[in-house]
């Protein structure tokens, strides 16, 4: 509670029409004290941060804070992402659901930083934040109340902008067309199209037009796994993950639709644009396929889909995630080297890789012309010893019909 004897509530704040009308209701109708934070995961100029927070105070909250946490994002989820090359329904990065999980927890060490009695955030009920948002509230700060109004009311866009009114708030609330959620990892673009099953988005519905058509090659380095330059300039790697979006969104590169199961357990269809990811997904893919054996790619693939699964149901503090999380870090100790990429208009072709552990090394022998290690009589004993299992059972089953 603070001195003027009000309760305290953490607002997760966006700036928009939903978190506006939240600071509004939450001081009139609910007699709290607001304390505001946006968290950064990319997406928003300095001019934008400036804004929010102007707007914030301009709405009544007692105290506002904009939290960049990039290198937060990196460190604890898009690594890991890119160790398990996790594309969700082999298309989509996770741009989103791997954000409102730092988000939130970001938003909990607010709540607890303030002491605050609630915490409250924007989502409404037909989509899977309300229960990423609250699934880590739940754990992470048990005992705080969640409110969430505009999920409870249900209200219509233009009755929040009433309201709003009401209370003398006069701003352009008027919708875009498309919405549009950026971040470092990918953005994502909702419309009326997505709300189909037949309809493909336009041109531009994209933030990122097509500018670029020269046809051009990427050179991305990694280190044990990790991207750690762009054509031969060393970059830590949220820099990188930039100035790949840089050279490669203007080739309109990395767009799709993606179709999937939400939490909550009807389907859902978004749109997004996400060069960098994908450019550096299937680089490291490439590299990966050169430098580590089959098995080390057949179990980091089966782990890697739990992981991905599990971070988009918001199961992100669940301890087995760290126990696969070691695993896919301890994978890529091999994985160093660069990968070419060729770019063009609406595509990549990854060209190839160098790699001081490239397993493909000459030294063996060269696939389907000439070997080292063996002669054509070991492939003959062992090719008789292989088909024991299969020469056995159709032995003893050669009369059983397959009728």
């Known amino acids: ?3 003027n004897g009000k309760e305290k509530v953490v607002l997760a704040f966006s700036g928009g029409l939903d978190t506006s009308y939240c600071v509004k209701y939450l001081i009139h109708e609910k007699g709290l004290e607001i304390y505001s934070i946006l968290v950064n995961t990319g997406g928003f100029s300095a001019e934008e941060l400036e804004e929010i ?13 904009n939290v960049d946490v990039q290198q937060k994002f990196y460190e604890d989820a898009i690594r890991f992402m890119v160790f398990g090359n996790i594309l969700k329904n082999h298309s989509y990065p996770l741009s989103v659901s791997a954000e409102r999980t730092i988000q939130a927890e970001t938003v909990a060490e607010y709540v607890k930083e303030k002491g605050a009695d609630y915490v409250a955030h924007g989502s409404t009920g037909a989509g899977n934040d309300q229960v990423r948002f609250d699934f880590i509230f739940e754990v992470l700060i048990p005992d705080v109340k969640i409110l969430t109004p505009i999920r409870d009311l ?4 233009q009755e929040e902008i009433d309201y709003l009114k009401s ?10 067309r498309y919405s549009i959620n950026q971040g470092l990892w990918g953005t994502s673009v909702g419309g009326v199209e997505t709300l189909t099953s037949n309809t493909d988005l336009p041109e531009s519905a994209y933030p ?13 380095s990694f280190k044990k796994g990790e991207v750690c330059g762009v054509n031969d300039r060393k970059m830590d790697p949220v820099s990188a993950i930039k100035e790949i979006s840089r050279i490669a969104g203007p080739y309109a590169i990395g767009r799709d639709i993606h179709v999937g199961d939400t939490i909550i357990g009807i389907k859902g269809r978004v749109g997004f644009e996400a060069a960098a990811p994908l450019l550096i997904i299937k680089g490291h893919h490439a590299l990966e396929k050169h430098t580590l054996t089959k098995w080390q790619l057949y179990w980091k693939e089966q782990l890697a889909n739990w992981y991905g699964m599990m971070l988009h149901e918001a199961q992100y503090l669940d301890p087995v995630m760290r126990n696969i999380e070691a695993f896919l870090t301890d994978s890529q100790q091999t994985v160093t080297g660069d990968v070419f990429i060729e770019l063009r208009p609406y595509h990549f072709h990854v060209k190839g890789i160098e790699s001081p552990h490239d397993l493909m090394t000459s030294s063996f022998g060269a696939y389907g012309e ?18 024991n299992t299969s020469k056995i059972f159709h032995t003893v ?7």
């Open 1 to 3: 509670m603070s001195s």
């Open 53 to 65: 927070e102007k707007r914030a105070y301009s709405l009544g909250v007692k105290e506002h804070r």
């Open 154 to 157: 249900k209200l219509s866009r």
């Open 167 to 176: 209370h003398g708030v006069e701003s352009s609330w008027e919708k875009s």
């Open 208 to 220: 990122t037009q097509l500018t670029e058509t020269e046809i051009s090659t990427l050179k991305i």
């Open 370 to 387: 000439m070997n080292k290690l063996w002669s054509g009589e070991d492939v003959r004993g062992f090719t008789r010893i292989l088909a």
């Open 397 to 403: 089953n050669k009369d059983v019909s397959n009728d």
